[in-house]
Each structure stands twice: as structure tokens, then as C-alpha cells.
């Protein structure tokens, strides 16, 4: 299950869009420097349809999927916290469980941006 956490606006050359933040299941994880469990949930964002106001009232909703790690080409990535520049070689997307559901909602990017 994901659950829509939150929404942020975004830019584009056809104007401003919002997408939706996504957050996974909880799991346990344990850190590689000083061995000791903490628990995380992955995130990202989706792009959608919805004015803001739909966006505000979707937050809390859960559906079926999951939110897994897709390998990319490195770029690079400053780290909100510190600024710090970073390198990364993936990134975080939702996939629905059924290949069935997606299959029939297909529509062309360009239709919707």
C-alpha cells in the first residue's frame, strides 16, 4: 500500500502542474556505519490531473502498489539538509500491482502535460 502524503507544485513549458507525494510501507533497515536498526519509508512523487484543492483533499488516501528503486544514469543531487552534493545512480518510483489496471489506463504524456 502507498499513501498520498502530501503535494507540491511544479513547472513546466505548458505552465504549472502539481504532483503527488507518495509514501511506501514502513520497514526496518539497518545502517550500514554503526550497525543500529531505524525504520524508513521510501517516497516519491507522481505527477497528476487534479487543481489544488482535489490535491489538498487526497492526502491520507491509500491504494495498492509500491514504491521501488529504478537504477538511472548518475547525476547529481544536493541534499536539502546540508547542501551537500551528492551522487546518485537511481531513483524512487510507484508501480501499481497489477499490470492489468495500468494496461487499461494508458494515455499519451503528451495528452496530459
Known amino acids: 500500500m502507498v499513501t498520498i502524503k502530501d503535494y507540491k507544485k511544479r513547472e ?9 507525494v507518495l509514501q511506501g510501507e514502513i ?34 488516501m491509500q491504494f495498492p502498489g509500491e514504491i521501488v528503486k529504478v537504477t538511472t544514469e548518475p547525476y547529481e ?3 536539502p539538509e546540508t547542501g551537500e552534493i551528492i551522487t546518485l545512480e537511481h531513483r524512487w518510483e510507484y508501480r501499481e500491482n497489477s499490470d492489468k489496471a ?12
Request: charged fraction near 30%.
Open 102 to 113: 495500468v494496461a487499461e489506463n494508458v494515455v499519451e504524456e503528451s495528452d496530459v502535460f
Open 27 to 60: 520497514a526496518p533497515v539497518k545502517s550500514k556505519s554503526n550497525d543500529r536498526m531505524y525504520f524508513t519509508a521510501k517516497t516519491c512523487t507522481v505527477s497528476c490531473t487534479f487543481d489544488e484543492e482535489s490535491c489538498k483533499q487526497l492526502i491520507g
Open 12 to 20: 513546466s513549458e505548458k505552465g504549472e502542474f502539481f504532483v503527488l
Open 77 to 79: 543531487f544536493a541534499l
